[in-house]
C-alpha cells in the first residue's frame, strides 16, 4: 500500500510538471500580450485541428507510417543482421567494422540522395526512418550477443551444451535488456528521420504540414503539428517501454 | 585387491600457455588421487594453477603431459554429465527464477522435467532456499544466490563437484556460514568434491586433504589428509593440529 502510495504519488508530479508548462505557456501569451503568429495560446494551437482545411488525419497517417514503417523495418534489420554475426564470425569481422564507418554518416545528409533514388513520398521518409534507426538496434544487440560471461561459457561445455542451445537459453535472453536499450534510442531517431524526410521532399504528412502552414505564417497550426509528431514519438517510445517491461526481467535491464 | 581404485588419478600433469618460445607455465607436478567421496581443497597464491587444473578436470581444457584418469571400475565416471560446477560468481541468469536456474544444466542434458522439478525442489531445501522457488536473482542476497549456484551445480547428480573459490567474493561471517553448509550438504549428497580456494585456514576447515600449490614457477608443492573428527564445527579452528596444519601451508608458501 506504502509502495503504491508513493507510485502514485510520483505520477502526479509528473502529470502536475506538464499542466504547469501548460499554464506557463497560456500566462506568457497572455500576460505578455504576444501575437499569435509568433507564439500561440494552446487554445489557439489546439483550435488550428478544426481551422483550414489541412487534413490532420490524413497527415498524422502518413507520418506515423513513416515513423513505425521505419522503426519496424530497422528492428527487423538491425536484430537479423546481429544475429547473423554472431553464427557467423567472418561475416562480423567483415561487416561490422564497415557498419561502424557508415553509422558515422549523418544520415540526413543522404536524403537528397534518397530521393534522387526514390523519388519523393511515404517510401523514401520510411527509409530515412530506417537508416537512422537501424545502427543503435544492430550495434547494440550485436554487443548483448557478445556479453556472455566466460565461466558461464565454461559451465555450458562442462556438459556438452550445443551451440544451439548457448544461443537460445543464454545468448538471446541475455541480449534482450541491450535490445531494448538500442530500441528506444532508435525510437526517438525514427521521427526525427520521418520528419526530415518530409521536410526534403514529400507532398503529405506532418513535416510536409510544417512547411506549408510556414509560408502562410499559420503559427498555431505549427506548433499543433509539433505536438502531434511529439505524441506519435511518444506512442512509440510507450509501446517499447511496455514491451520491455513484459519481457525483461526488472534486474536485467539497462537504463537508456 | 586392498587398495581402493582412487576416482581422480593425477599424475605429472603440467600444461602451459602461449606458443612455442613463449610459454608461461600454467601448472606442473600435479600428482596426487582423490578417493570417491572425499573433499579436497586445493589452495594457493594467484597464478599457481589450481583453476587451470579445475578446468583440466572439467574437460575444458587439455593438458600438455601427465596422466588425468577420472572415474574407476566401482564409480564409473561420464564426462558430459558427471561434472558439476561452481564458480566465485553465481553467475545465475537474471531472466530466470531460481528454480529454473537449477534447472538450466537437467535442461542441456535433455533430462525428463517432471522428476527434475521434483529434485530440484528436494534440492533448494537441502541448501536452504526452500520458498525461494519463484524470486528472482536480484531478490536474493550474495550468499543465497551462491546456495541456488550449488543447488545447480547437483541438480544432474553429477558425480564429481568442481568448485572455485565459491565464497571468494562472499563477506567474512558469510563465508563462514557457507563453510559450514558446504560441509552439510557434501555430507548430505555423498559427492566427490574439488575446491579451489586461496584461503589457507578454508582449505584446512574444509579438506579431508589439502593440495598446495605455489607461483612462479606453478608447481604443486605438497599433498596431505587432514584428520579431524566429523561433524567438523567451527571449533576445530582453535585446536592445536589446526594451527600445526595452517602452519605446513603457510611454510610452503614462503610466508613464515
Known amino acids: 500500500m506504502e509502495d503504491f502510495k508513493s507510485k502514485l504519488g510520483h505520477y502526479a508530479l509528473g502529470v502536475l510538471a506538464h499542466l504547469l508548462l501548460l499554464l506557463a505557456w497560456y500566462l506568457f501569451v497572455k500576460l505578455g500580450e504576444v501575437p499569435k503568429f509568433v507564439m500561440p495560446s494552446p487554445a489557439d494551437t489546439f483550435g488550428a485541428l478544426t481551422m483550414g482545411n489541412y487534413n490532420w488525419w490524413v497527415n498524422i497517417r502518413v507520418t506515423a507510417t513513416e515513423i513505425f514503417g521505419g522503426y519496424a523495418l530497422a528492428l527487423v534489420v538491425g536484430v537479423g543482421l546481429a544475429l547473423v554475426f554472431t553464427w557467423s564470425k567472418l561475416l562480423e569481422s567483415l561487416v561490422l567494422p564497415l557498419l561502424v564507418t557508415l553509422n558515422m554518416i549523418p544520415k540526413v545528409a543522404l536524403g537528397p540522395l534518397i530521393i534522387v533514388w526514390f523519388k519523393y513520398g511515404v517510401f523514401p521518409n520510411t527509409l530515412m526512418a530506417f537508416s537512422i534507426a537501424v545502427f543503435p538496434i544492430l550495434l547494440t544487440t550485436a554487443r548483448g550477443l557478445r556479453e556472455i560471461e566466460p565461466d ?93 517491461r513484459l519481457m525483461v526481467v526488472k534486474d536485467a535491464r539497462v537504463a537508456g | 585387491m586392498s587398495a581402493v581404485q582412487p576416482f581422480i588419478h593425477l599424475a605429472g600433469v603440467s600444461k602451459s600457455y602461449g606458443k612455442a618460445h613463449r610459454k608461461t607455465l600454467a601448472i606442473s607436478d600435479a600428482t596426487f588421487d582423490v578417493q570417491p567421496g572425499e573433499l579436497v581443497a586445493l589452495v594457493g597464491p594467484s597464478g599457481c594453477g ?92 550474495g550468499g543465497m544466490q551462491q546456495r541456488a549456484a550449488i543447488a545447480r551445480a547437483l541438480i544432474h547428480d553429477p558425480k564429481l563437484v568442481l568448485m572455485d573459490e565459491p565464497f571468494g567474493a562472499l563477506d567474512a561471517l558469510t563465508r563462514e556460514k557457507m563453510n559450514l553448509e558446504l560441509l552439510r550438504i557434501w555430507k548430505e549428497s555423498g559427492k566427490t568434491i574439488v575446491f579451489v580456494t586461496h584461503g589457507i585456514s578454508e582449505a584446512v576447515f574444509l579438506g579431508t586433504r589439502v593440495v598446495v600449490f605455489t607461483a612462479g614457477p606453478a608447481r604443486m608443492a605438497d599433498n596431505f589428509q587432514i584428520e579431524f573428527d566429523r561433524p567438523r564445527t567451527l571449533d576445530i579452528k582453535t585446536h592445536e593440529a589446526f594451527g600445526a596444519y595452517t602452519r605446513r601451508i603457510y611454510k610452503l608458501l614462503g610466508m613464515e
Do not use: C
Open chain 1, 152 to 244: 558461464l561459457l565454461d559451465l555450458v561445455r562442462s556438459l556438452r551444451g550445443s551451440r544451439w542451445q548457448l544461443f537460445t537459453k543464454i545468448q538471446l535472453p541475455g541480449a534482450l535488456p541491450y535490445i531494448f536499450a538500442g530500441m528506444k534510442v532508435a525510437a526517438i531517431l525514427a521521427v526525427a528521420g520521418a520528419i526530415v524526410g518530409e521536410f526534403l521532399g514529400s507532398d503529405r504528412g506532418l513535416g510536409y504540414l510544417m512547411l506549408q502552414v510556414q509560408v502562410t505564417l499559420d503559427t498555431p497550426a505549427m506548433f499543433m503539428a509539433v505536438i502531434l509528431i511529439t505524441l506519435l514519438g511518444m506512442a512509440l517510445y510507450g509501446l517499447v517501454l511496455l514491451l520491455e
Open chain 2, 50 to 141: 589450481k583453476s587451470t587444473l579445475l578446468k583440466i578436470l572439467a574437460g575444458l581444457h587439455p593438458h600438455d603431459a601427465g596422466t588425468v584418469r577420472l572415474g574407476s571400475d566401482t564409480h564409473p565416471f561420464d564426462p558430459a554429465r558427471d561434472i558439476g560446477m561452481v564458480f566465485q560468481a553465481p553467475l545465475l541468469l537474471k531472466w530466470r527464477r531460481i528454480l529454473d536456474n537449477v534447472l538450466l544444466p537437467a535442461e542441456l542434458l535433455g533430462l525428463p522435467m517432471g522428476p527434475t522439478r521434483e529434485r530440484a525442489r528436494e534440492l533448494m531445501a537441502m541448501v536452504g532456499l526452500a520458498g525461494q522457488e519463484d524470486k528472482f536473482p536480484y531478490e536474493l542476497s
